[in-house]
């Protein structure tokens, strides 16, 4: 897949969007934004449509209606099994990779069958994919890790080469993500809240994030002001430690940090599953930022304390 230079085109004139996913956390953002925008947005759903925006489809079934490809411009997949659903069974694991795979491979065969394929397609992807590699500075040229997640990222984003070649195709690689309505810290919160914010193992590991603003702003800017493709990173510009993110959601919150778990009870407890808390990555968006984007919260600090301020 060719890897573009930066643009600093202005934004398009409204555009119709098709998206999967377009129901969960980050969909739901996205969505009111765009929409605010003055874009027309279209959801993919797997149940009977409720409105003129809602199209079926049925991406294990790879059932997808190439024509309704030929109406939009843009086509955003964020479908996925959600990862936090523990714990990591077979069964469950299996999920997690064939939702990511089938949804993506289906839109990106549509594609191929419409006879005015999408400008962009921006595909999701997760930071997984550099598995956990405490010592290193990673970006978008670093190779790929080890684990479970790693071998996820790579099936999912390798089910994007099909797409059509005049199509810019993008697989955002995001973090955990820190919003109002859920996201990666939502689990931590209500246990904070009752004195039980908790040093997750050495809490040194370094966990990539990215407020939910600046998570839908960046896709925004991927789709509507970048020339961009490949791999990009959306995670924020300034690395953190698990302990300076759990910390300053107890201090905001006005709750002590005094607990520590254990890394051998943790890998006790989540097993394979550990990836998602012990795991470290120091992830760096360098292609987003030598392609112009700016941070609203360039600091882990910065996205928990407007977190708390939005009333969590």
Known sequence: MNVTTPSTRPSPAAQRILISGASGFIGTALRRRLEEEGHTVLRLVRGTPQGPDEFNWAPSARMLDHGLIDTVDAVINLSGSPLGQLPWTP????????????????????????????????????????????????????????????????????????????????????????????????????????????????????????????????????????DLSGPVNLVGPTPATADRITERLARDLHRPYLLRVPEPIIDLALQDARELLLSSQKVLPKRLLEDGFVFRHETAEAAVDALVADGV
């Open 91 to 226: 069964g469950r694991k299996q999920r997690m990779l064939e939702s990511r795979v089938q949804a993506t491979r289906t839109l990106a065969e549509a594609m191929t069958m419409a006879s005015t394929p999408p400008q962009t397609f921006l595909s999701a992807s997760a930071v997984g994919y550099y598995g956990d590699r405490p010592a290193e500075r990673l970006d978008e040229n670093s190779p790929r890790g080890e684990g479970f997640l790693a071998d996820v990222v790579e099936a999912w984003e390798s089910a994007t080469a099909i797409a059509p070649e005049t199509t810019r195709t993008v697989t955002f690689r995001t973090g955990l993500v820190f919003g109002p309505e859920g996201g990666a810290v939502g689990p931590l919160i209500p246990l904070t809240k009752l004195g039980l914010a908790t040093r997750l193992g050495t809490g040194g590991q370094h966990w990539p994030w990215i407020s939910l603003h600046d998570e839908v702003e960046a896709i925004l800017h991927l789709l509507l002001r970048s």
